[in-house]
């Protein structure tokens, strides 16, 4: 009988992915990881699910790629960041839905990524990049002038206020 040479099957996608720790993860990008991972639908959370969790955190982020993963994070924190604000656009509300099509799903995927980071912390250089938000279109408040006219308190005691441009409170004025 001849002998048989077995030779390792290497994935070319798979290998281009780099490797994905847990902790360089920010909690948007574990949220929208999960979201793409193959987490059921109807997953309700039991102790010890806690290495189960993860796992699908990693699945989902090799399946995203870093790249991607971190892009539809920060568009994602820019909709919530917009919506918190009260000046959520249709773009915004359309390209979100687009993302994430099942609302429970996103819903519930945000509150498990939290869950997790009270057990597998968030590395300094991932919470900085979970601060970095962006948004589909220009800045729903200042139309990405970074600026906006309004009456400025100069002295809180005094009941003073001077009108003028000031930096926008929702995307970040003058950065």
């Known amino acids: 009988m001849p002998a048989t040479l077995v030779a390792e099957h290497v994935n ?4 281009s992915v780099p490797a994905v720790s847990i902790e360089d993860l920010s909690n948007g990008e574990r949220a929208v990881a999960l979201y793409a991972s193959d987490l059921p639908d109807g997953y309700r959370y039991k102790r010890g699910d806690d290495a189960q969790l993860v796992s699908w955190i990693i699945q989902g982020a ?3 790629g870093l790249d991607r993963l971190r892009r539809t994070a920060a568009l994602a924190a820019g909709f919530h960041l917009s919506r918190q604000a009260k000046r959520v656009t249709a773009e915004q509300t359309r390209a979100h839905a687009e993302r994430f099509p099942k609302v429970r799903r996103d ?5 498990l990524a939290a869950l997790v980071t009270l057990y597998a912390p968030v590395s300094d250089e991932a919470r900085e990049r979970g601060l970095q938000y962006l948004m589909d279109g220009p800045c729903p ?3 990405d002038t970074r600026q906006v006219w309004r009456s400025w308190c100069v002295d809180v005691n005094a009941d ?3 009108e003028g441009y000031g930096p926008c409170f929702l995307c970040g004025g003058a950065a």
């Open 160 to 162: 003073w206020y001077e």
């Open 62 to 64: 090799k399946r995203m």
């Open 12 to 15: 070319p996608i798979a290998s």
């Open 141 to 143: 408040e200042c139309g």
């Open 107 to 111: 819903r519930r995927t945000g509150e």
